[in-house]
C-alpha cells in the first residue's frame, strides 16, 4: 500500500496556550463587568493590554492580505456583541439553534471554515456582554422539548478559554436549564477547569479528528489528533474515575477523499478505539471536505502554499436556495465515503450515534 508513512502519527502533543500579544478594549466592553473579569485574567497572565480610544478596531490591516492576517491572528478584541447576535439562526443538522461568544480563532487550520464567513481582518474577538447573551437563550427554548444549542460555529471556544472563562460560563447556564443542551467542538486541550463544572449531562463536548495526511498538514497550531482524543477521554471518564462525567462526540471532519483513504480513515478510528476504550455517550458527525469561490479565494491569501486540493474540476456544484455554490465531491466518491465511514463506526462503536452526514 502506497504512502503508509504519511499515516504515523507524531507522539501526543498538547496545544500551546494561546497568548496574544495585544489585548484590545473597546470602550463600551469596559463598561460590563464580565469585561473586568476578562480584563483580570489578562492581566494575571502579563499580557499587554490596551484600551482605544473609540468603539472600532484599528491597527489590523497590513500591507498584504497575509500580514493582515499574522497581525490579526496575534490579537484577542474584547468588544460588544453586535444587535445580530440576538437574533439566533437555526443550524441544522448540528442543532437547532447557534449562538455566539466569541469569532474568529487561534487555530491555523488551512482549510478553516470561517474564510469567506466573517468579515474584515481574522482577529480573535469575544464578547463582554455574555450575561446578556445567554438571557437571550430563554427566548428560543422550546416549551416542553429539548433544545440544542451550538456555540462554536464562529470561534473554537476552547482555544480561548483561558483567557475568558466564557465556555465555563456557558456550561453552568446550560446545567441550570430545563431540556436546554449547550453543543461544543475544539481542536484544543485544556480541559482541567472544566471538569468539576456542574453540567448535569446538559454539555456535549465534541473534538474534530481527521485522518494523518490531513491533520499532521493542515491544523497548525492545535493539540495533536492523540492529544485531543486523550483529553475526550477525560471529559467523557466518570467523575468518580477522575473524569468530567460528559456526554462527548467526534466531528470527523473535513473528510477528504486523499489517495488510500480508506487506510488512512481507518487508521483514525482504530485510535479512537483505542482512546474511547469504555462505555460512554458517544456521538458521531461526519462532514466531508467542501469550498465555496469565496473561502478559496480567502484561504489562498492567508495560505498561498497551501497544498489543500480546491481543484473545482474534481467536484460537484451544490447551489443553495439563494443561488450561492459550493464544491463537493461528486457523487460516487460521496457514496464510497459515507459508506465506510457508516459501516466502520457501527462495527467498531456499536453503542455510539451518527447524527448526520454531510
Not at 490579526?72 to 456583541?81: E, G, N
Not at 443542551?181 to 479528528?209: E, I, M, Q
Request: net charge neutral.
Amino acid at each position: 500500500m502506497t504512502n503508509s508513512l504519511i499515516s504515523h502519527r507524531p507522539e501526543i502533543r498538547s496545544a500551546r496556550l494561546w497568548m496574544p500579544e495585544r489585548v484590545i478594549f473597546t470602550p463600551a466592553a469596559l463598561e460590563k463587568p464580565y469585561a473586568q473579569q476578562i480584563l483580570a485574567r489578562v492581566q494575571a497572565l502579563n499580557l499587554p493590554v490596551e484600551e482605544l480610544p473609540r468603539n472600532r478596531l484599528t491597527g489590523l490591516r497590513g500591507e498584504s492580505d497575509r500580514e493582515t492576517y499574522d497581525i490579526s491572528k496575534r490579537t484577542l478584541a474584547v468588544v460588544i456583541a453586535p444587535p445580530s447576535a440576538f437574533k439566533l439562526s437555526p443550524i441544522p443538522p448540528s442543532a437547532d439553534w447557534q449562538f455566539h461568544i466569541a469569532e474568529g480563532c487561534p487555530a491555523h487550520c488551512q482549510y478553516c471554515y470561517l474564510a469567506g464567513s466573517l468579515s474584515g481582518p481574522p482577529v480573535i474577538r469575544t464578547f463582554a456582554n455574555l450575561p446578556q447573551i445567554l438571557d437571550n437563550l430563554a427566548a428560543y427554548k422550546k416549551t416542553e422539548q429539548a433544545t440544542t444549542f451550538e456555540v462554536s460555529c464562529y470561534t473554537d471556544p476552547l482555544g480561548i478559554e483561558h483567557l475568558t472563562g466564557s465556555l465555563a460560563e456557558c456550561i453552568r447556564y446550560f446545567g441550570e436549564r430545563d431540556n436546554g443542551y449547550l453543543r461544543w467542538v475544539s481542536k484544543f486541550d485544556a480541559v482541567d477547569s472544566l471538569l468539576d463544572l456542574p453540567h448535569n449531562g446538559h454539555t456535549r463536548c465534541r473534538f474534530s479528528v481527521n485522518a494523518a495526511p490531513v491533520s499532521n498538514r493542515f491544523e497548525g497550531g492545535t493539540a495533536s489528533v492523540g492529544g485531543r482524543l486523550q483529553t475526550l477521554r477525560k471529559l467523557a471518564l466518570p467523575r468518580s474515575q477522575g473524569g468530567g462525567g460528559y456526554p462527548v462526540g467526534l466531528v470527523i471532519a473535513p473528510i477528504m477523499a486523499m489517495e488510500d483513504w480508506e487506510m488512512h480513515y481507518s487508521c483514525l478510528l482504530d485510535e479512537i478505539g483505542d482512546g474511547i476504550d469504555f462505555d460512554c455517550d458517544l456521538t458521531f458527525e461526519l462532514i466531508s471536505h467542501r469550498f465555496t469561490p469565496n473561502s478559496k479565494d480567502v484561504l489562498l491569501s492567508w495560505y498561498p502554499h497551501t497544498k489543500l486540493d480546491m481543484d473545482e474540476s474534481k467536484r460537484s456544484v451544490k447551489r443553495n436556495k439563494f443561488g450561492g455554490i459550493k464544491y463537493v465531491y461528486e457523487g460516487d466518491t460521496m457514496k464510497a465515503l459515507r459508506q465506510f465511514f457508516e459501516r466502520e463506526i457501527q462495527r467498531r462503536f456499536p453503542h455510539a450515534r451518527i447524527l448526520y452526514w454531510t
